[in-house]
């Protein structure tokens, strides 16, 4: 599967964004997404997933702002950013995997990968 995020760009502190990340490629409903962030100088980290079938979950920090869907017959999942903070400024990427071993939370068992898209978040 290909997977390509969009949607990134400048915003104010308090806005929202989405985010899309568009997949080709058949069966995209059986796939598991998650999506990832990175700044500079550190490393990729866990934002959240949805599974097939729709469950999410998300990483503590962004319970609540984050919202993670997906609309398998358009082969997309978005990530819906709301009361955004400086400190979420990053490129964002998605990221995709079928095996069901293995933790979501980490960088490593997602084999397949957008290109990722910067968000910036102006104080």
């Known amino acids: 599967v290909q997977l390509q995020a969009s949607g990134g760009g400048l915003v104010q502190a308090g806005g929202s964004l989405r985010l899309s990340c568009a997949a080709s490629g058949r069966s995209f409903s059986s796939y598991v997404v998650g999506w990832f962030r990175q700044t500079p100088g550190k490393e990729r980290e866990f934002v959240g997933v949805v599974w097939s079938g729709g469950s999410t979950y998300y990483t503590d920090s962004l319970k609540g702002r984050f919202t993670i869907s997906r609309d398998d017959a358009k082969n997309t999942v978005y990530l819906q950013m709301n009361s955004l903070k400086p400190e979420d400024t990053a490129v964002y990427y998605c990221?995709?995997?079928?095996?069901?071993?293995?933790?979501?939370?980490?960088?490593?068992?997602?084999?397949?990968w957008g290109q990722g898209t910067l968000v910036t978040v102006s104080s």
């Open positions: 990221a995709a995997r079928t095996m069901t071993t293995g933790s979501y939370y980490y960088v490593s068992n997602y084999p397949y």
